[in-house]
């Protein structure tokens, strides 16, 4: 079969045409998501069982008067733990560690923030959160 120089432009264009109708079918790559270990629950987890080793387990003096209260199932979409006083374990938390979102946000915050144990509870609190354990 021979094609005249028209047939061939007409030929040309049709198969272009039907290349970019099906391109426009094509679905997609979806966009990527945050990992599910960084979102809030984890973070908050991995932070609670950070800090339970090598806070309150361990005997560590720093934290002797204190106890752990972990909130973990929060509705609010802020999983936070709570050290409170080991003999008041009602009374107001004097440090309060919270996440939120997806990749988590962590807060750390209360009286304890503001004596000498402050430095190293940011940097243990930033580890245990960026997925590292042990103490």
Do not use: H
């Not at 945050?34 to 984890?42: C, K, N, S, W």
């Amino acid at each position: 079969m021979r094609l005249d120089r028209t047939s061939f432009i007409l030929s040309a264009a049709a198969i272009a045409a039907a290349a970019l109708l099906l391109s426009g079918c094509q679905s997609k790559r979806p966009s990527p998501q945050p990992a599910a270990g960084r979102a809030a629950l984890p973070t908050m987890e991995r932070v609670a069982l950070g800090a339970n080793a090598c806070w309150f387990k361990s005997g560590d003096a720093a934290f002797r008067p204190y106890k752990l209260a972990p909130e973990l199932n929060s509705f609010s979409g802020r999983p936070r733990i709570l050290v409170v006083p080991a003999r008041s374990p009602e009374a107001r938390p004097l440090l309060v560690v919270e996440a939120e979102g997806n990749p988590a946000r962590v807060s750390t915050y209360g009286p304890l923030m503001n004596e000498a144990s402050a430095g190293r509870i940011t940097a243990d609190v930033n580890r245990w959160a960026g997925g590292a354990r042990g103490c």
